[in-house]
């Protein structure tokens, strides 16, 4: 079964589905950020210096499922980011 097939089957289920669109706003945001330190040609480590944390901590946001504002804010900053889109 594909990752596709197995997300249709889920989202047939209505707590999976309202967690999924619960969780969907904030994976928009993260891949934006990502996708901003690649563009950069930044590394986890160079935004880990910028954001005054170690490289660990970088990558974990980077895989996590939720993140505070402030976390967000810092990570946007330290890619030079100037807007972040959120759809809900």
């Known amino acids: 079964m ?3 097939e197995l997300k249709a089957r889920a989202l047939q289920d209505d ?5 999924w669109e619960n969780q ?11 996708q901003a330190r690649i563009d950069s040609n930044l590394s986890q ?3 880990a210096q910028r954001m ?5 901590a970088v ?4 895989k996590a499922s939720n993140a505070n504002l402030n976390t967000i804010i810092s990570y946007a ?3 030079g980011l100037k ?6």
């Open 2 to 4: 594909t990752f596709k």
């Open 77 to 79: 900053r330290a890619v």
């Open 45 to 47: 480590e160079q935004i």
């Open 15 to 19: 707590a999976f589905k309202k967690e």
């Open 24 to 34: 969907s706003a904030f994976w928009q945001v993260q891949r934006q950020l990502i």
């Open 59 to 62: 990558a974990r946001f980077e």
């Open 52 to 56: 005054q944390v170690k490289q660990s």
């Open 83 to 88: 807007k972040l889109t959120i759809e809900v």
